[in-house]
Every structure is written in C-alpha cells, then in structure tokens.
C-alpha cells in the first residue's frame, strides 16, 4: 500500500468552479501535511501546510481529519493559473524527516 | 537569493557512463534530500542527509551514491549509467523538526541512451 493516494484526475473545471481535492496517508504517525503545486516540467512549489484545526490562503482552504487520515484541498473561485498537478505531501519527522509524496491530481481550468 | 541551485539542468549520457549532479543551497537547512521523478509514479526518494557528513538511503538507492562532505552540497552520483535511469532527477532541502516545508531545485532532465 503506497504511503500517500490520490486521484489522478484530470479534473477539468470551467473558471470560476469550486473544485475539491483529497487526499489519504497510511501511518497514522505522520506529523507534517503539505500541498504542493507543480506545472509542467517544472520543480514542485509549496501551496500551503496543512494545520490540525485547518487553514486558509486566500482561494485555498486546507483540511486535516487525522481520524479518517485524509486531508483535502478546496480551490475556490478557480482561475486560469491554477492549472496544474497538485501534489498532496506528507512527513514523517521522527523517522528521518522523510517525506512521502502523492503522485499528484492534475487540474486544468478551463476559460 | 538562490534557494536551492542544480547542475546540469540537462543531461544525455550513453550507458555505462558516470556522472555528478551537484545541488547547492543557500538557506543553511540541515536536512537535503535526491528525488527521481517519472511519469505516473510521483516523486520517489533516492538518498538523502540529515546533515554534513551524513547520508541514508531513501526507497530506490540502487545505481546511485552520494556525498554531503559540505552542509550546503549535497551530490549524486552515478557510477554507471543504465536505461533505467533516464528520468528527471530533483534535490530539495529543508530545516530541521517539524511542520519544516521542503524546497526544490528546478530539476536535472537526464536521458541515458
């Protein structure tokens, strides 16, 4: 069993959609959550951490339900620019500090 | 400020052949970190370094080596290249503890033909 699932997608919304992403992890010992975006050919970029009782950038609100081991991705309003893969992340810093990343879910926002 | 630097950004090599990657960072983070990446399986961890002088193998080390003899280098090596090592190879870095993000390089695009 892979250490972090998500689905793949694609996921094609039209500008303006709310699209929501989640996100699973296996250990329930994992202690940091991340979201990373990553266009095309490019190196993965930091979105947001994820914090226990939730969090909110702008457009992008981050959950974590550790009970459930899931953490979600919720894209507001979406814009053209938010087209990308976005890379659910988590580590485990009591091991190494080793962090395990999802395969991604691409999203492509569509005019 | 440069953040985490990498070279080559591109690479072909024939089989058989050996090579160096360099990751530089500038951030004085303890913890530097070797992914490959390939189409449909994520980023997957090489080795990796919990500071200078220290190094430890990730889930696919096989076919490669690395160094950390400075806290701001961190190298890869290939020793003798193989098809199967044809892929996009990044370096990240981050601090020490925890809720620490990790900060990439641009990558190294590397064929062996």
């Known amino acids: 069993r892979k250490e972090v699932e998500q689905d793949p997608g694609p996921f094609n919304v039209p500008e303006g959609a709310t699209v929501a992403f989640n996100c699973t992890y296996s250990n329930s010992a994992s202690q940091s959550f991340f979201w990373y975006r990553q266009d095309c050919r490019k190196e993965p970029k930091l979105l947001m951490s994820?914090?226990?009782s939730g969090n909110e950038d702008g457009r992008f609100t981050a959950q974590l339900n550790r009970a459930s081991q899931y953490i979600s991705l919720l894209i507001r309003d979406s814009k053209l620019s938010d087209s990308a893969t976005y890379l659910c992340?988590?580590?485990?810093?009591?091991?190494?500090?080793?962090?395990?990343f999802g395969t991604g879910t691409s999203l492509t926002v569509i005019p | 400020n440069a953040g985490v630097t990498q070279t080559p950004k591109f690479r072909v090599l024939k089989t058989g052949q050996s090579m160096t990657l360099l990751c530089a960072q500038d951030m004085n983070h303890e913890y530097m970190y070797w992914y490959r990446q390939d189409p449909g399986m994520g980023l997957r961890l090489i080795h990796y370094s919990v500071g200078e002088g220290t190094t430890a193998k990730g889930e696919v080390p096989d076919g490669y080596n690395v160094s950390r003899l400075k806290k701001q280098n961190f190298l890869l090596g290939l020793e003798s290249a193989a098809p199967s090592q044809t892929s996009v190879y990044f370096c990240a870095s981050s601090y020490a503890g925890g809720n620490q993000p990790q900060h990439f390089g641009d990558g190294t695009r590397l064929s062996i033909l």
């Open positions: 992340v988590v580590n485990e810093w009591h091991t190494g500090n080793q962090f395990y």
């Open positions: 994820v914090y226990s």
